[in-house]
């Protein structure tokens, strides 16, 4: 299949190609032409905005948390296609492929390192950094893109559920690899995130949106939570903490969220990633907000209009993080929190439920004041690991990682039917358990070109 057929790099080419031109020093040349020279180079194009600021607020969409009150029926447009889980986001062929071809963009910047640097002028020291930074960067990609497109992990089955190609060219003209299994994605993965850590920097303190040891370990340990390996993702989970950042962000002692650090320099962060549009307002559900105990800090540092926390009116509270400035924006990546509550859960899983209290404590205790804080107890497995799963809800909410909880809970039998409504309580969508939709769509932009076989609605 030899076409103008790279539709990943198709449909991103005119970002790349506006980035550029904001770079002086690089000019985008089609069809993988080598424009890079030095490890400078090269280090530069790590830190382009793509990366660092480029998720998909599209992922916030799909969750349960979310709420719009405000939505027709029928839902037009396709962020009403996403929130109701629409088996495609847009009929135009000509469309850009939403999520898609975001993280297969970004992925495009990865590989551009990882087939160029050997050339680069530079020490052979730079280059295996930055090898390693682009192999750490593409693996964490791919973990988005294998639990979008493939069905949840399950080792019975994953060598046969079909996922998404695996893609190491930059080249406009190479021809699309066919879409690898579930399996094969994961473990391109794990190999990706093996081979970087011997190269990877011991931290990254100056800048935590660029890879370090640590951060390569925060993504295998969220690899492994996804393929419910708990026993592994609990190890990396704390070779992750040993080796990097280990304080969590104390709420307890902050008046508002004013001294928060900006993300790049945020103590906890240790693999930092924000989306497209940090600014982005969030609708919670009203069911959402009711699991939140009225003195958690989070709630009156992120959220607005909490009025006397009755919350009766659909729509009027909104989750604004940074509406003070840039500073406390959500990190979408990886924080030493979600590290202790994959220890956590790893613990429970295990029946070690004096582990699991105990990381379970080491993060709420910093999200209330002293004087509010009550420790949470309980003897009970289930118990225990339904209130480190609410935990994970309260701390990640809208940073793009709901949706994955939902899905490998899903997998479990924990997920009870979502449903969407519209402003009048006539239902626009739902997600019942073990729903196809938990496994999106290959977009039929890329299909166009693709003789693929398409996942089922």
């Known amino acids: 299949m030899k076409q103008f057929t790279s539709i990943w790099i198709a449909y991103m080419l005119p970002a790349v190609c506006m980035l550029a031109a904001c ?95 050997d050339e680069a002028t530079g020490t052979d020291a730079e280059k295996q950094r930055l090898r390693a930074e682009a192999l750490l960067g593409r693996a964490a990609d791919n973990l988005y893109l294998v639990n979008l497109y493939g069905k949840a992990y399950n080792a019975a089955s994953a060598s046969q559920d079909l996922a998404v190609p695996f893609v190491t060219s930059n080249d406009l003209e190479d021809d699309v690899p066919a879409r690898g299994t579930v399996l094969e994605i994961y473990n391109h993965i794990l190999e990706d995130l093996n081979a970087a850590i011997p190269s990877l920097p011991e931290n990254n303190n100056n800048n935590r949106f660029r890879g370090s040891v640590a951060a390569a370990y925060s993504v295998l340990a969220r690899t492994y939570l996804y393929m419910h390996e708990y026993e592994n993702a609990g190890k990396n989970a704390q070779l992750a903490l ?7 962000q104390d709420y307890s002692t902050m008046v508002n969220r004013n001294s928060i650090a900006f993300l790049a320099y945020r103590s906890d962060a240790i693999f930092a990633q924000s989306c497209l549009a940090p600014a982005t307002r969030e609708t919670p559900s009203m069911p959402f907000l009711l699991t939140f105990d009225k003195a958690d800090k989070r709630l009156n540092f992120f959220y607005t209009n909490l009025g006397d926390y009755s919350f009766l009116v659909r729509g009027k509270v909104q989750y604004q993080p940074n509406n003070t400035g840039a500073a406390s924006n959500p990190n979408w990546g990886t924080t030493v929190a979600e590290m202790r509550l994959i220890i956590a859960e790893a613990a429970v899983r295990a029946n070690d439920l004096t582990t699991a209290l105990s990381q379970l404590d080491s993060v709420r205790k910093c999200r209330f004041n002293a004087t509010d804080y009550n420790k949470y107890e309980s003897g009970a497995q289930e118990e225990v690991l339904q209130k480190i799963l609410m935990e994970r809800s309260f701390e990640f909410p809208y940073c793009g990682m709901r949706w994955f909880d939902m899905k490998r809970l899903d997998a479990e039998g924990r997920m009870p039917e979502v449903t969407r409504y519209d402003g009048q309580g006539n239902i626009v969508g739902s997600l019942p358990p073990h729903s196809n939709k938990y496994t999106l769509q290959i977009p039929l932009q890329v299909l166009y070109y693709n003789n693929w076989p398409q996942n089922p609605e």
């Open 23 to 117: 770079d002086n020093y690089l000019d985008i040349q089609p069809k993988g032409e080598k424009i890079l020279t030095t490890t400078e180079d090269y280090d530069q194009w790590l830190n382009n905005t793509t990366l660092a600021s480029g998720l998909p607020n599209d992922l916030n969409r799909l969750a349960d948390n979310v709420d719009n009150p405000t939505i027709g029926n029928p839902p037009t447009g396709i962020n009403d296609f996403e929130y109701t889980w629409q088996p495609q986001f847009s009929l135009d062929v000509n469309a850009n492929p939403a999520i898609w071809s975001t993280f297969y963009s970004r992925i495009y910047y990865y590989n551009t390192v990882l087939k160029g640097i």
């Open 242 to 248: 040993d080796k990097g950042p280990n304080q969590i």
